[in-house]
């Protein structure tokens, strides 16, 4: 047993003797004495905003986008899959390989970019959506709490930042890293690359691009 005092300086330790950082072990158990008020069980992010009904959401859009630009893809509640390798793992880890589950917590919509040919699926982008994590499927990762964010992309970054830091990009092309529910079935061997049946988010984009001007801000 060996006593460190330590500073916690942006997301690091620094140890207070050699003034350079120390990496807590995956798992180790720490005893931590501290000021009462060193610690705190709020979010340091910030507040997060309410989620905007079915309604508000669809004339948001349609304000900030403009009539006929855009379209629903999906619908708030809706689940859809992601999955991550770890290129490095460290000691502690679980897995290199780990799938999660998160759901919409508003309807998810594309916008098409002003200017651009409607039939083009990369004329097409995502609106923010506001989402959560639920669970971590395979990979045994064991989740810490609640992980809220105000996009799919977001999401990626925040999961990341919170588990995987320094082990994994937090970039993140939502349009291939996200699968519609139930398109996705866990197969370790063929874990990572597409299959015929996964139905990824740039699936649906090929969908609206494909039929516009047919489907145009359709709640």
């Known amino acids: ?3 460190w005092k330590v500073t916690y300086r942006h997301g690091h330790f620094i140890d207070q003797e050699t003034q350079e950082r120390i990496f807590p072990v995956q798992g180790a158990e720490l005893v931590i004495v501290a000021d009462t008020n060193a610690f705190s069980n709020i979010d340091p992010t910030g507040e997060f905003k309410k989620p905007m009904s079915a309604e508000e959401k669809y004339r948001w859009v349609e304000n900030e986008k403009g009539p006929k630009n855009f379209a629903k893809i999906l619908n708030a509640g809706d689940q859809l899959f992601f999955k991550i390798l770890i290129p490095k793992t460290v000691k502690g880890d679980e897995s290199r390989q780990y799938a999660f589950t998160c759901r919409l917590l508003e309807d998810l919509y594309l916008y098409l ?3 651009k040919d409607s039939n083009d699926k990369n004329s ?3 609106v923010e959506c506001k989402c959560e994590l ?4 395979y990979g045994g990762l064991k989740l ?3 992980l809220v964010a105000s996009s799919l992309n977001n999401l990626f970054t925040k999961l990341v ?3 995987f830091r320094s082990q994994h990009s937090g970039a993140s092309a939502a ?3 996200f699968y519609v529910h139930e398109s996705w079935r866990i197969n370790e061997p063929q874990f990572i690359g597409s299959r015929s049946h996964e139905i ?3 699936d649906l984009r090929i969908e609206v691009a494909r039929n516009h001007p047919l489907v145009e801000g359709e709640q």
Do not use: E, Q, S, V
Request: charged share 25%; proline share 4%.
């Open 1 to 3: 047993m060996k006593t």
């Open 113 to 115: 970019i002003k200017g």
């Open 124 to 126: 097409w982008n995502l």
């Open 134 to 137: 639920l669970l971590c499927i």
């Open 144 to 146: 810490d709490g609640p």
């Open 161 to 163: 930042a919170n588990y």
């Open 175 to 177: 349009f291939y890293k």
């Open 200 to 202: 990824k988010l740039d």
